[in-house]
């Protein structure tokens, strides 16, 4: 073979070759490269992983949060209470307007009934107009309802029924969401990260929107939604292409969305709260007469669920949610939707929530507190189901490492 030949067949070769990778990197549909998903590290969901089950009732009421005066003997309360799955989220924003209408009687020594997420933002925002704040409560965190959510971003989760909420609340809640979102941005980047922003993958065998659509028509009650007015701060969800992902199901989309690490965070208010001089009183109410007895003139009360039996408010339904906890691993830090099955890394636990079939309504009107440990394994054993076949995929063992 003369040289010209040698180095023809070389070239040849070469361009095979080449051909022949591009026909392989043409078959893996490719995310822009600013897109690209980092190293996902699978959860290990096993049931003994499991280090507690906790249940807590969504104060839900149909009208939506209840932030009206009332008088009750010499005092006035501005009550702030029934924020149903949106608690946490819309925190900032509600009590912001409880605390206007608690400012606006010229009082500066103020009481909060509650120290959950309501009463310890109420307290916050309080002090930092000035006011001197007592909060009265019977528990205080961690063992506060507020403390078994799940910690997202979620500002319009059984929140009000589209046919029961005053015309002028999706306004209101607007201006809570926009507030509150924009009090978590001064949260970011904080040691220990109480609150951060986390990617969520929507994964599913059927086409999303068709999961979507049979959420909402099992949706009988209506409850009201209202993302499309803060899609300007929203990250949109985008398709994940096959083979583009290490998860095993046909469908998958992202986002980004708010964590909060409640266990940190809430540390954080209730010592943010004590640095400022506040006081936090351990009591408990058994009627509104019994608020009398307190020094303050005015008084928000945040007291959650628990306004119902205190208040005898039989508009807040309860809306049971439980969650299963698997320890935490600091190498996971996404969120998964899965088969109804919401799953949260945390710092402070992997939080695995069985959403059940019924959307909005699961746990609608369900009071009972009691942990169902069967429950609990069985959405912990979804999990496994998912990561068992992301295990065995071709895409989770290329790009792993793990053979
Ligand atoms: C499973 C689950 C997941 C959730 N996930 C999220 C989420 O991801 N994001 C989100 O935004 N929201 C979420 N929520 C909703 C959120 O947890 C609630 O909306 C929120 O905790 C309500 O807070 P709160 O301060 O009103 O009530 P609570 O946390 O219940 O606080 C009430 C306070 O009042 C005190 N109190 C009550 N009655 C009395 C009395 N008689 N005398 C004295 N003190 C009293 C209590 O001791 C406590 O201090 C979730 C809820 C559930 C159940």
Known sequence: MNRRNFLGGIAALSLQGCARKA?????????????ALPRLMPIRAEVD????????LRPFRAAGPRLELERVGDKTVIHNYGHGGSGW?????SSSIAVEKALGLGERDIAVIGCGALGLTSGILLQRAGAKVTIYAKERPPEVRSARATGSWTPDSRIALTNSAPLDFAALWEKMCRYSFHTYESYLGMAGNPVEWTDRYTLSDQPLHEMKASRLRDDTLGFAHYQ??????????????????PFPTRYAQRTSSLTFNIA???????NDFLVEGGKIVKIEFHSPTELNQLAQNVIINATGYGARALWKDESIVPVRGQIAWLIPQPEVNYGVLYKNVNILARRDGIVVQDGGKLGDMEGYNDANEVPDRAAAESAVGV????????????????RSGHV
Request: net charge positive.
């Open 264 to 270: 940190g965070y809430s540390r954080q208010l209730v």
């Open 383 to 398: 999990v496994e189901e998912l990561y068992g076949r992301m295990n065995r995929s071709k895409w989770w063992r290329a």
């Open 89 to 93: 989220s819309l925190s900032w924003g």
């Open 228 to 245: 499309d007015r803060i899609q300007d701060f929203t990250p949109r969800s985008r398709d994940l292409p096959p083979g583009s992902h």
């Open 23 to 35: 026909r392989t990197v043409a078959k893996i549909p490719s995310l822009p490269p600013y897109d």
């Open 49 to 56: 992983r499991i280090f507690r089950v906790t249940v807590c």
